[in-house]
């Protein structure tokens, strides 16, 4: 296809360079302003649901959720220096 398009192209060297370029262009202005936009609804790249919650067994009231009328932030935050989450997990051992 490619070649079927450089053969076709007018002008000589010059003419197939400029021509290419500007056959680019159009392939990517209608990707970009034509194709992308209506494809994006259909993407789910924007379905992101993030939510910290408190899974200790122990706490009153159970699961926290930042954000919960009547708690403080600081109660649904871990302390600073602490992850939150296993920095083991989906890492096997060193062999020995």
Known sequence: MYAWIWRRLPY?????????LL???????LLWYLVFPAAEPLLPFDDV???EQNTDPNAPGG????GDPGVAPSE???PDGVIP????????????
């Open 63 to 66: 699961p926290v959720a930042p």
């Open 76 to 78: 649904s935050l871990p």
């Open 12 to 20: 000589g060297l010059p003419g197939k360079i400029i021509g290419s």
């Open 85 to 96: 989450y296993s920095t083991e997990e989906n890492q096997p051992s060193p062999p020995r």
């Open 49 to 51: 649901n993030v939510s």
């Open 23 to 29: 056959l680019t262009a159009i392939a990517v202005s």
